[in-house]
């Protein structure tokens, strides 16, 4: 019931989870153990469009692989064709004769995980616990090691990165697959949607009405002063302004400070992250099986600021099959926004440079 609910009510938001799924796509979520990595597995479960589910962490990962295999969602799915050394659940739909594979693979199976992938979600590492700094070198590497493997194995799947800092660590998995000859820029993407999920959900509760009937584009980056909402180009937020909109404008730009103490240092944002995670795999997928007109923000390789050293960028951006479609420009801004963009900036590029730096000296 609960698997059914929750599909339910991602589609009644997304729209991701469509009942027409043409295309076979395999999935995989690389840190599949953690605290997002867990959620996220079964939010994938529930999507129609994924057909395999390839499952991988140092740890825990087969466990997982059980568990979300036991859901009893209907996708339209292929028979398996069965690998050896992974702990593999197949199970059919009551009414069809297809199958879907879900498989758990361990520490030392991550080529085999990775076989075939079209789409590649990383939201491996250790969680924020008061700073994004101070996590930067433990989940730098692990990006580096795992963007080697994705290159070496499944060079021209769509890597989705979740681990912080995204701003810096998107530009590590680029700079590891042109080490690799293999790069892409249109298939390599920071996922930023838990700003827009956070935007729309805190303005429609400033504004007293229902989240799903308010859409914000946030540019920028994925954390602090780079996260830029645009909530003058949104009907519910023109109306915002003095000291309202600038405690808005900080809860987007710091709601994950506000999960981290909440939960007193034990963790960071796992849920809605996933969430957030799962909603923006959907959208790719919903893209590579020909649905037009998929737009939404993302941190990509970019054009926009690109004359200021700032090559990536998180702008809306209308993804198609071959990912990245086209970059939109930013619209009109604010004098607000304005000012936002400008605090915006410097400190996005620095991170850019952080990123590079590190797989330079690697």
Not at 279 to 288: C, E, K, S, V, Y
């Amino acid at each position: 019931m609960f698997a059914r609910s929750a599909a339910r009510a991602l589609k009644s938001q997304s729209r991701q989870f469509s009942s027409s799924a043409t295309r076979q796509s395999k999935v995989a979520v690389l840190g599949a153990g953690g605290g997002i990595g867990q959620p996220l597995s079964l939010l994938l479960k529930l999507n129609p469009h994924v057909t395999e589910l390839s499952l991988y962490d140092i740890r825990g990962a087969p466990g997982v692989a059980a568990d979300v295999s036991h859901i009893d969602t209907g996708s339209e799915v292929r028979v398996p064709r069965l690998r050896p050394h992974s702990t593999s659940h197949v199970h059919a739909h009551p009414h069809r004769t297809a199958l879907i594979q879900v498989r758990g693979y361990p520490a030392d199976k991550l080529d085999q995980a990775l076989e075939g992938t079209d789409v590649v979600v990383i939201p491996a590492g250790v969680p924020r616990k008061m700073t994004r700094d101070d996590l930067f070198n433990t989940n730098a590497s692990i990006v580096r090691d795992l963007a080697a493997a994705i290159a070496r194995v499944s060079p021209k799947a769509k890597v989705l990165v979740i681990s912080n800092p995204v701003n810096s660590t998107v530009p590590i998995v680029s700079a590891v697959f042109e080490k690799a000859g293999v790069y892409d820029p249109a298939h390599i993407f920071g996922v930023t949607t838990l700003d827009v999920v956070r935007a729309q959900r805190f303005l429609a509760a400033v504004a007293g009405t229902d989240p799903k009937n308010v859409k914000v584009t946030v540019v920028g980056g994925h954390s602090g002063a780079t996260i830029v909402p645009l909530l003058s180009q949104t009907p519910q937020g023109k109306s915002i302004t003095g000291e309202a909109y600038e405690k808005l404008v900080h809860r987007i730009q710091f709601g994950g400070d506000e999960v981290v103490q909440a939960k007193e240092g034990a963790g960071s944002a796992t849920l809605s992250m996933a969430y957030a995670g799962a909603r923006f795999t959907g959208d790719i997928l919903r893209a590579l099986n020909g649905e037009k007109g998929v737009v939404t923000p993302t941190f990509v390789k970019s054009p926009l600021f690109a004359e200021q050293g700032i090559d990536f960028f998180s702008s809306n951006v209308e993804l198609g099959p071959n990912g990245v479609e086209k970059i939109h420009g930013l619209g009109e801004l604010s004098e607000q926004e304005k000012k936002l963009l400008e605090a915006c900036l410097p400190e996005l590029k620095k991170n850019i440079e952080k990123g590079k730096k590190f797989v330079q000296q690697s």
